[in-house]
T-cell receptor
Framework: DAGITQSPRHKVTETGTPVTLRCHQTENHRYMYWYRQDPGHGLRLIHYSYGVKDTDKGEVSDGYSVSRSKTEDFLLTLESATSSQTSVYFC???????????FGPGTRLTVL | GNSVTQMEGPVTLSEEAFLTINCTYTATGYPSLFWYVQYPGEGLQLLLKATKADDKGSNKGFEATYRKETTSFHLEKGSVQVSDSAVYFCALKVSAGNNRKLIWGLGTSLAVNP
């Protein structure tokens, strides 16, 4: 157990509203990731962080922003949610060896 | 570029059948290779890994061998159980600077019937 929690676990929102998802880790890992998982697309990387205030884009970053002001928290924000952002969102960290990613339990987001 | 291709599912087997899920990759340099498993309603968890050519990863009766000559990392299990029903993801890691991203296959769904 890498001590990763995600909140909320489920959320239903309306198109055009802002949404923030939180990933929290308890073990001081440097690298954190946000993915979305959709049928037929597998896992796609949205953004990642390699330290406090150090972030970079993944392959599907349009419409998303992130912030990491503390080591333990990595926030994913949808500034104006769209129906295409309905998905399951997973947070992950890389362990100290750099060889394994540990995943949180996921957040199911529905945008109506 | 780097990519992972794995066989499409769903795969449906009877209990105690032999399982193979194919995974091939293209990569620059010397990647590490992984199989992750996702049980229903859960996040992904590492099943096994191999970090260099000819390494064999194994866990819970599953095995995969890193074959550089065929750029493959096929997942096998000799006798599947109902509890193995899940989605299996093949992935590779190429580390460069601050980038420790995994490149993912699309996943293969496995259903095992009693």
């Amino acid at each position: 157990d890498a001590g990763i929690t995600q909140s909320p676990r489920h959320k239903v929102t309306e198109t055009g509203t802002p949404v923030t998802l939180r990933c929290h880790q308890t073990e001081n890992h440097r690298y954190m990731y946000w993915y979305r998982q959709d049928p037929g697309h597998g896992l796609r990387l949205i953004h990642y962080s390699y330290g406090v205030k150090d972030t970079d884009k993944g392959e599907v970053s349009d419409g998303y922003s992130v912030s990491r002001s503390k080591t333990e928290d990595f926030l994913l924000t949808l500034e104006s949610a769209t129906s295409s952002q309905t998905s399951v969102y997973f947070c992950a960290i890389v362990d100290a060896s750099g060889n394994e990613q540990f995943f949180g339990p996921g957040t199911r987001l529905t945008v109506l | 570029g780097n990519s992972v291709t794995q066989m499409e599912g769903p795969v449906t087997l009877s209990e105690e059948a032999f399982l193979t899920i194919n995974c091939t990759y293209t990569a620059t340099g010397y990647p590490s290779l992984f199989w992750y498993v996702q049980y229903p309603g859960e996040g992904l968890q590492l099943l096994l890994k191999a970090t260099k050519a000819d390494d064999k990863g194994s866990n819970k009766g599953f095995e995969a061998t890193y074959r550089k000559e065929t750029t493959s990392f096929h997942l096998e299990k000799g006798s599947v159980q109902v509890s193995d029903s899940a989605v299996y993801f093949c992935a590779l890691k190429v580390s460069a600077g601050n980038n420790r991203k995994l490149i993912w296959g699309l996943g293969t769904s496995l259903a095992v019937n009693p």
